[in-house]
């Protein structure tokens, strides 16, 4: 399902809009918005071959585990996103090192959830101690060869992003 199915009325005029679900327009004042993937952002903060991991804490995914980030917010420098997210549920400051790079995914793994663009760096931990905050009820450090199984983890790109990082370590 897209961003924009089932708008039927303009959010500042309440006139009927025209479109389709990647773009619709208010004949009235003109309002007109675009369908899009939310970006995300999140890092592999590495500890030698060790990486950080978060399992959530709620739904979508309760219980697996995932790469601590969250959802940028408007406007927002990635950087600064990814900086500001780390520390909210790890309690750690980071500063990103590597970009990985860009997956799809949608919030919440079926048809009917919001498509996300997911952009990943590793990171590196420069202050604080690794605390479970926000929407994070645990933090683990998982050896490069010891990761947790395809089930045991949250969204469909998460085995695909820590795939990518254990090649890239292989090749160190």
């Given at each position: 399902?897209?961003?924009?199915?089932?708008?039927?009325?303009?959010?500042?005029?309440?006139?009927?809009?025209?479109?389709?679900?990647?773009?619709?327009?208010?004949?009235?004042?003109?309002?007109?918005?675009?369908?899009?993937?939310?970006?995300?952002?999140?890092?592999?903060?590495?500890?030698?071959?060790?990486?950080?991991?978060?399992?959530?804490?709620?739904?979508?995914?309760?219980?697996?585990?995932?790469?601590?980030?969250?959802?940028?917010?408007?406007?927002?420098?990635?950087?600064?996103?990814?900086?500001?997210?780390?520390?909210?549920?790890t309690g750690l400051e980071v500063e990103p090192v590597?970009?990985?790079?860009?997956?799809?995914?949608?919030?919440?793994?079926?048809?009917?959830?919001?498509?996300?663009?997911?952009?990943?760096?590793?990171?590196?931990?420069?202050?604080?101690?690794?605390?479970?905050?926000?929407?994070v009820d645990d933090l683990r450090w998982f050896d490069?060869?010891?990761?947790?199984?395809?089930?045991?983890?949250a969204f469909q790109n998460v085995p695909l992003v820590?795939?990518?990082?254990?090649?890239?370590?292989?090749?160190?």
């Amino acid at each position: 399902m897209g961003e924009l199915t089932g708008w039927q009325w303009c959010p500042r005029c309440r006139e009927e809009l025209r479109g389709d679900e990647q773009r619709v327009e208010c004949p009235a004042c003109g309002f007109t918005a675009y369908a899009s993937s939310k970006a995300t952002v999140g890092a592999l903060i590495e500890d030698g071959d060790r990486v950080l991991l978060a399992r959530r804490a709620a739904d979508p995914f309760r219980g697996r585990w995932d790469i601590p980030g969250g959802f940028l917010e408007e406007g927002e420098h990635p950087h600064d996103g990814l900086r500001r997210e780390l520390r909210e549920e790890t309690g750690l400051e980071v500063e990103p090192v590597d970009f990985l790079g860009v997956w799809m995914d949608r919030y919440g793994g079926d048809s009917t959830a919001e498509a996300t663009l997911n952009l990943y760096w590793t990171a590196r931990a420069f202050a604080g101690e690794p605390q479970a905050a926000d929407d994070v009820d645990d933090l683990r450090w998982f050896d490069r060869d010891e990761l947790p199984a395809p089930g045991e983890l949250a969204f469909q790109n998460v085995p695909l992003v820590l795939a990518a990082w254990r090649a890239r370590h292989e090749h160190t």
